[in-house]
């Protein structure tokens, strides 16, 4: 990346989900050396109790950890859906993005949350880029989601709305605030002059207008106003016609389902989630926090070190 990630803060999502096994596991992979550039934010009694657990007890103790909130013994429960679990993720998440945004970190990876738990503690949430968006003062639009796993970068217009809402709050802006999001993104991860891609909102780009006139009145209007800034971004068209082209360094998905299927069909359990358009940097892995396995010892944390390292390649394996 063009922006050097020397301090990263990694907190533990749902601390009754698989977030602190994979942090584990994932720190576990790391030279020490690796792992004196991350601190973990999160609960401590949850940390100790899993690392003794995986019997990682020695590695839990040489890890730098701020201790966010006070979930404590009796509210850890692996796969538990919970208000206070869910109320722990944000809370960590909160105060790691607070650090990266006062210069004590360079960016944060986040394990997974769950929304369920989270809208349990009365929190209105969304995802990892509302929450971006909140500490940092800015509107939820004007942070995105972009996921990157199976050789693919497509970032989301909209995420966890209905898609009639997001239909409904569709606008050209819109959509280039995402793009032009998007392209800073892939230029801090060294594509200097990325080809864009832009899905239709309807099957095949609308053809016209045969199948509606949202196209025509958002995504073609927005391609212009984007090409006119001297980006290279294709033509509308249905977004199975770019897949199977694969000739784009980024994609733009309208939609929640347009970005994630694609996306967890080529790397399941494998994909980083980046919360893009701010000035912190904060990724998380693509996938949930899988509560049916939590506190089984069956995590794979494969996905979460692959995040590390795309948000910081000097980050070594042992």
Same mark, same amino acid.
């Given at each position: 990346?063009?922006?050097?990630?020397?301090?990263?803060?990694?907190?533990?999502?749902?601390? !009754?989900?698989?977030?602190?096994?994979?942090?584990?596991?994932?720190?576990?992979?790391?030279?020490?050396?690796? $792992?004196?550039?991350?601190?973990?934010?999160?609960?401590?009694?949850?940390?100790?109790?899993?690392?003794?657990?995986?019997?990682?007890?020695?590695?839990?103790?040489?890890?730098?950890?701020?201790?966010?909130?006070?979930?404590?013994?009796?509210?850890?429960?692996?796969?538990?859906?919970?208000?206070?679990?869910? =109320?722990?993720?944000?809370?960590?998440?909160?105060?790691?993005?607070?650090?990266?945004?006062?210069?004590?970190?360079?960016?944060?990876?986040?394990?997974?949350?769950?929304?369920?738990?989270?809208?349990?503690?009365?929190?209105?949430?969304?995802?990892?880029?509302?929450?971006?968006?909140?500490?940092?003062?800015?509107?939820?639009?004007?942070? +995105?989601?972009?996921?990157?796993?199976?050789?693919? $970068?497509?970032?989301?217009?909209?995420?966890?709305?209905?898609?009639?809402?997001?239909?409904?709050?569709?606008?050209?802006?819109?959509?280039? =605030? @995402?793009? +032009?999001?998007?392209?800073?993104?892939?230029? $801090?991860?060294?594509?200097?002059?990325?080809?864009?891609?832009?899905?239709?909102? !309807?099957?095949?780009?609308?053809?016209?207008?045969? +199948?509606?006139?949202?196209?025509?009145? !958002?995504?073609?209007?927005?391609?212009?106003?984007?090409?006119?800034?001297?980006?290279?971004?294709?033509?509308?068209?249905?977004?199975?016609? +770019?897949?199977?082209? $694969?000739?784009?360094?980024?994609?733009?998905?309208?939609?929640?389902?347009?970005?994630?299927?694609?996306?967890?069909?080529?790397?399941?359990?494998?994909?980083?989630?980046?919360?893009?358009?701010?000035?912190?940097?904060?990724?998380?892995?693509?996938?949930?926090?899988?509560?049916?396995?939590?506190?089984?010892?069956?995590?794979?944390?494969?996905?979460?070190?692959?995040?590390?390292?795309?948000? @910081?390649?000097?980050?070594? =394996? !042992?």
């Amino acid at each position: 990346m063009t922006q050097i990630v020397r301090k990263i803060g990694l907190t533990l999502g749902d601390p !009754n989900g698989i977030g602190p096994e994979i942090a584990l596991k994932a720190l576990n992979q790391l030279t020490a050396t690796a $792992r004196q550039s991350i601190t973990v934010y999160g609960s401590k009694w949850v940390w100790e109790q899993t690392a003794k657990s995986l019997a990682l007890e020695s590695l839990a103790q040489q890890v730098q950890f701020k201790n966010i909130g006070d979930f404590s013994k009796t509210e850890f429960q692996p796969g538990i859906i919970s208000a206070l679990a869910g =109320r722990s993720a944000v809370e960590s998440a909160t105060a790691a993005i607070q650090a990266c945004e006062s210069g004590d970190l360079d960016a944060v990876i986040a394990c997974p949350h769950h929304e369920t738990a989270i809208h349990q503690a009365g929190i209105a949430f969304s995802g990892y880029p509302s929450l971006v968006a909140k500490v940092c003062g800015l509107k939820e639009d004007e942070v +995105f989601l972009m996921l990157v796993g199976g050789s693919l $970068r497509i970032v989301h217009v909209t995420l966890h709305e209905s898609v009639q809402t997001a239909l409904n709050r569709l606008t050209p802006d819109l959509i280039q =605030r @995402a793009t +032009f999001a998007g392209i800073q993104a892939c230029t $801090r991860l060294g594509i200097e002059k990325p080809r864009v891609a832009m899905f239709g909102i !309807n099957p095949h780009a609308s053809e016209g207008t045969l +199948f509606g006139p949202e196209d025509l009145a !958002n995504t073609v209007p927005a391609v212009r106003a984007l090409k006119a800034a001297g980006h290279d971004v294709s033509d509308p068209q249905g977004g199975d016609v +770019f897949l199977a082209q $694969r000739q784009h360094d980024l994609y733009v998905a309208i939609f929640h389902d347009q970005g994630h299927i694609p996306v967890k069909l080529l790397a399941p359990n494998a994909a980083s989630a980046l919360s893009i358009g701010a000035q912190v940097l904060l990724s998380s892995v693509g996938h949930g926090s899988a509560m049916d396995i939590a506190g089984k010892n069956l995590a794979d944390s494969q996905g979460l070190l692959r995040t590390l390292q795309l948000i @910081a390649p000097h980050l070594t =394996r !042992n």
